[in-house]
T-cell receptor, first 112, second 111 residues
Framework: NAGVTQTPKFRVLKTGQSMTLLCAQD?????MYWYRQDPGMGLRLIHY???????AKGEVPDGYNVSRLKKQNFLLGLESAAPSQTSVYFC???????????FGSGTRLTVV | SQKIEQNSEALNIQEGKTATLTCNYT??????LQWYRQDPGRGPVFLLL?????KEKRKERLKVTFDTTLKQSLFHITASQPADSATYLC??????????FGGGTRVLVKP
């Protein structure tokens, strides 16, 4: 099925551990985004990319890094996880000519 | 600072009635505004986009209005059904192709 696929769906990390969240889209979209969603805070933009090889900071980038080596993939890395990074992470994509974002189903991350 | 505000209280409505949700924004001059639906445990799903020069947009039982003077959008679900129960998010795009979301309003349609 066409769309945005996020892996893993669930993960529990210990404080200080690192991990990478993978986002893959098969719609040949130019733009990709990482958001986090927390109760009472809504969706907040972490990092985004407007094309292969480009990345930019969003609203809450601290503690995260990203890479867009291939157009279809957007990776979100946590180098040293902290309990404050416990959240649900959503990836989204779209093309410049379109406006509606296509979201993945999310990754639920718990840092203990 | 830029703000997008949606009523954080859940909207409980009887099946068949019209649900009306509000999105207010400050310190934006958006070219367009978007509405999304989010079900528990799922990602948001795009519903409708309305441009600044459009007063109203419709899609099936959904209607969106956009008043750039009041800095407000209204989202209506007519003839609501229990399957319409979800959280509805309003979103604005700012410079740099970045979408900013409101906190969402949960709608519960009772049979």
């Amino acid at each position: 099925n066409a769309g945005v696929t996020q892996t893993p769906k669930f993960r529990v990390l210990k404080t200080g551990q690192s991990m990478t969240l993978l986002c893959a889209q098969d719609m040949n979209h130019e733009y990709m985004y990482w958001y986090r969603q927390d109760p009472g805070m809504g969706l907040r933009l972490i990092h985004y990319s407007v094309g292969e090889g480009t990345t930019a900071k969003g609203e809450v980038p601290d503690g995260y890094n990203v890479s867009r080596l291939k157009k279809q993939n957007f990776l979100l890395g946590l180098e040293s996880a902290a309990p404050s990074q416990t959240s649900v992470y959503f990836c989204a994509s779209r093309d410049p000519g379109d406006y509606g974002y296509t979201f993945g189903s999310g990754t639920r991350l718990t840092v203990v | 600072s830029q703000k997008i505000e949606q009523n954080s209280e859940a909207l409980n409505i009887q099946e068949g009635k019209t649900a009306t949700l509000t999105c207010n924004y400050t310190n934006y001059s958006p070219a367009y505004l978007q509405w999304y639906r989010q079900d528990p445990g799922r990602g948001p799903v795009f519903l409708l986009l309305i441009r600044e020069n459009e007063k109203e947009k419709r899609k099936e039982r959904l209607k969106v209005t956009f008043d750039t003077t009041l800095k407000q959008s209204l989202f209506h679900i007519t003839a609501s059904q229990p399957a319409d129960s979800a959280t509805y998010l309003c979103a604005l795009e700012s410079a740099g192709n970045k979408l900013t979301f409101g906190g969402g309003t949960r709608v519960l349609v009772k049979p």
